[in-house]
């Protein structure tokens, strides 16, 4: 009995360290997207002309690549977890649409589901114990 404790006491313990990870790499993926968005703008904008969305497409590129940029340096460090997340998840609900179309492959559509479970997953739980919103909360100026 005191074995089992021991194992769930350890695994709730490394939690914390877990949901840090996990949201530095979300956010890192967000990051990374958004700096490929500005390096390929034009594809971007061309991606979205061929939609419903083709009036506003060139100023759509724009807010997708900063809300991707800003959004994905605001959740790696935990700081306004939860409105970043808020942001994103309208934009990976669009990037599924259009992701989800004959020839494109399968491994973009997948990876784009899973970040948005993880944006869902982050905006239930928010920045977590290691994140600066908990540290500002903690610590008011």
Not at 16 to 23: D, E, I, Q, Y
Not at 43 to 57: R, V
Not at 105 to 117: Q, R, S, T, Y
Not at 119 to 128: A, I, P, S
Request: proline content about 4%; hydrophobic content about 55%; some cysteine.
């Amino acid at each position: 009995m005191e074995t089992i404790q021991h194992i769930q006491k350890k695994r709730t313990d490394n939690l914390p360290a877990l949901f840090f990870v996990l949201r530095v790499a979300l956010g890192f993926c967000l990051f990374i997207k958004g700096i490929s968005f500005m390096r390929n703008m034009g594809e971007l904008e061309a991606l979205l002309t061929k939609s419903s969305l083709a009036p506003y497409s060139s100023w759509l590129a724009i807010v997708i690549t900063w809300a991707h940029f800003l959004g994905g340096f605001l959740v790696a460090i935990g700081l306004f977890t939860r409105p970043a997340v808020v942001l994103q998840i309208p934009i990976l609900l669009g990037a599924l649409i259009f992701i989800n179309r004959p020839g494109v492959d399968m491994g973009e559509f997948v990876f784009a589901l899973a970040i948005l479970i993880l944006l869902v997953f982050f905006l239930k739980r928010g920045g977590g114990l290691l994140s600066l919103d908990r540290y500002f909360a903690q610590n008011p100026v």
